[in-house]
């Protein structure tokens, strides 16, 4: 713990931050490997399994502002790992597909995503991670109610990524790989 800074050992929000400042650092160098960056990785998550969204739809499933998406949808398409084509139906709305460098990274993502999980969870019975699960999507609506935002988890039978992906992601498009 830094000496400049006295921290309360009962705050859950500091151990919250250190747990996510932490993951952020470990999982910075091996998806630097794969050139991603640790944010673009819930871009990334959304595009794979909703292959043809468009930069609206992206933005409000991770609620998150069109110029964020905007920015990271350049880079990533300036990486080769998504390219854009335009909605035959409405040639205003940009469709976001990955590329086969965008598949071959999400697929290695997936990987050290589920690493990340074994590691994470290492020690805890089921009842206790689904506590946790509990415990993080109240925290969730919570923050939600503060910032005007609705609730979009449920409280009861909150699920795990793995056994639900749906309940994680958006609907998945029609032709899109789920």
Known sequence: MCECKKENPQSLQGAFMRLLHRYTEVNFGR?????VHPGQLPFLNIISHKEGISQRELAEC???????????VKRLEKADVIYRRPDPNDMRIS???LTEKGIRISAQIEVVIQENEKVLTAGF????LELARHFFTRMIQNLNVLSGGKE???LEGVRSPEKDKEAWSCETRKGGRA
């Open 31 to 35: 998806l630097k490997d794969m050139g």
């Open 125 to 128: 019975s089921e009842e206790e």
């Open 152 to 154: 979009e988890l449920p």
């Open 62 to 72: 991770l609620h998150v502002k069109p110029p964020t998406v905007a920015v990271t």
């Open 95 to 97: 469709r976001i597909y």
